[in-house]
């Protein structure tokens, strides 16, 4: 019979918990000795990823509530950030070291670039399919366009502007591994270290947090949706 | 004491082969309820959203109680007019009360005269206040929602009302019920409205007087009575031909209104 992915992972745990665990042991010594290095670097992680993430939505939902009334240049702009966004990340980090030289800024501009797209595309669908009705009875009881945009406009395009966001989030919590590479810190070094000298208990630190980190934005992230559009399924 | 005039105005959108509003004057007196009739497409919308600003002229001038409309800022004017589109146009995000309090919240009224106007409307529009003011759109019925697009045209106390084919989404029932009710809420108010439909029953029901168009013209402007008996032209005469009821009622000098 199959058993269930949680009694598999309880069987998994167990196995690594047993008291003469070897397998365990590394983990445990490495949590002793590098606690304080390991929450650094955790919130290195989440703060270049936080910090990209907010330039690249300034710059997405700004292009894109600019744009979306005209189809040369949202074709520009949506063209422009697509072939960026071709660039492997690896490559725009290398390509920005003579520029920008190494650390966080050519790091957050690096994954900016990966997180504009799925955000201004997103931005420039939801204000174009706004139903026009809604904003036609939104200016004809006597909202002025500043009072449309923010009282009926971005309300109903923030939907599928959050779902270009929440893509944008996890993709840069993902990549921010790469940052790494050029000194930016982050859990990628964990990997980066553990492949250099080959400490497999490092690489899985590290990647197993990335994955953690994803999985937990993405929850926080529908969570908080969920609490925002509430009167969809009211 | 005139509310609204309309003088030789003229739109046209491109590419159409008749105009949508072709040098159309009318005078509309205050507390009158005027029932705007004609088929899809000869520009009923376009005449009210000419008078709120929501499309503007290519000539000719409107005035609202003596004053030209031009002179007015869109935005005042619009507040200052009850509107209700022909798509009802409710704010999904919003509550049923917030929907409502959409014009008090644009004048700054406090929270609790809104509150207060709000049940009010509620009730008005035969709804009950405490069931329904913290709805969203999505749960309510078509009718329901019809009504609530109503109650928020309604709540400042316009003194003109634009109404845009506003039982359109409604089964025959339960439009009767609505018909009746804002005859109701019409009468005890002295304001000034215009409807538009293109149900001659019910322009022959609500109207005092019918504006008949056509291909962005007005055929004729009279009571239901006037038109029975003199319709201005062959189009207007097969019009109303076409619902013998209606005729019937007021040939016979019956209560049709
Ligand atoms: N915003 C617009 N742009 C282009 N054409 C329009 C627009 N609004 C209305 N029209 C055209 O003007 C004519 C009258 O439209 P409308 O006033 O909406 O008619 P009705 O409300 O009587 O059905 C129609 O032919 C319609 O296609
Ligand atoms: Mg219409």
């Known amino acids: 019979m199959l058993r269930s992915y949680k009694v598999n992972a309880a069987l998994f745990f167990l196995f690594l918990y047993r008291e003469e665990s070897v397998v365990m042991d590394v983990f445990f010594e490495y949590f002793e000795a590098h606690g304080q290095d390991y929450i650094g670097l955790l919130l290195g992680h989440i703060r270049i990823s936080l910090l990209s993430v907010l330039i690249a939505l300034l710059i997405g939902t700004g292009i894109g509530i600019l744009v979306y009334k005209h189809p040369i240049a949202r074709a520009v702009s949506e063209r422009a950030f697509g072939i960026l966004r071709i660039i492997p990340s690896l490559a725009v980090l290398i390509i920005l070291i ?18 504009v797209p799925p955000i201004l595309i997103n931005t420039v669908q939801a204000f174009q399919g706004l139903p026009q009705s809604m904003i036609e009875a939104a200016t004809g009881m006597g909202m002025s366009p500043l009072q449309t945009f923010f009282k009926v406009k971005l309300p109903l395009a923030f939907p599928l502007m959050y779902a270009g ?3 944008a989030a996890i993709e840069v919590i993902a990549s921010a591994t790469l940052a790494s590479y050029i000194g930016a810190g982050g859990l990628g070094d964990l990997i980066f270290t553990g492949l250099a000298l080959l400490r497999y208990h490092l690489l899985i630190i590290g990647g197993g947090s990335v994955a953690i980190l994803s999985l937990l934005t993405g929850f926080v992230l529908d969570r908080i949706f969920r609490r925002m559009t509430r009167y969809q399924r009211a | 004491m005139t509310a609204v005039e309309l003088k030789n105005v003229n739109k046209q959108f491109p590419g159409m082969s008749y105009k949508a509003l072709d040098n159309v004057s009318v005078t509309i007196e205050e507390g009158e309820f005027i029932t705007i009739l004609g088929s899809s497409g000869c520009g009923k919308t376009t005449l009210i959203k000419t008078i709120n600003r929501l499309y503007e002229p290519d000539s000719g001038d409107i005035f609202l ?3 030209n409309i031009r002179d007015t800022n869109p935005v005042e004017l619009r507040r200052s007019i009850g509107y209700v589109i022909q798509q009802i146009g409710l704010f999904p995000h919003m509550t049923v009360r917030d929907n409502i309090a959409t014009i008090p919240k644009l004048l700054k009224w406090d929270k609790a005269k809104t509150d207060e106007q709000v049940d009010r409307l509620l009730s008005l529009v035969q709804l009950d206040p405490a069931e329904f003011r913290n709805r969203y759109p999505s749960q309510l019925s078509g009718g329901q929602q019809q009504r609530i697009g109503l109650a928020r045209a309604l709540i400042a106390d316009p003194k003109v009302m634009l109404l845009d084919e506003p039982f359109g989404a409604i089964d025959a029932i339960n439009r009767e019920k609505l018909q009746n009710e804002l005859k109701k809420i019409h009468a005890e108010s002295h304001k000034t409205y215009l409807f538009v439909t293109h149900d001659i029953r019910e322009a022959f029901k609500l109207g005092t007087k019918i504006i008949i168009m056509n291909q962005g013209k007005i055929l004729q402007y009279a009571t ?3 038109i029975i008996c003199k319709p201005a032209d062959r ?10 009821d209606v005729s019937k009622d007021y040939v016979s000098g019956g209560e049709g209104i």
Do not use: H
């Not at chain 2, 207007?236 to 619902?243: F, M, N, P, S, W």
């Open chain 1, 98 to 115: 003579p520029i920008m030289g190494t650390g966080v800024k050519p790091s957050v501009v690096a994954l900016v670039i990966l997180a």
């Open chain 1, 165 to 167: 966001i929440r893509t």
């Open chain 2, 65 to 67: 109680y003596g004053k």
């Open chain 2, 224 to 226: 239901a009575q006037e």
């Open chain 2, 235 to 244: 189009f207007v005469k097969e019009l109303i031909q076409t619902t013998t």
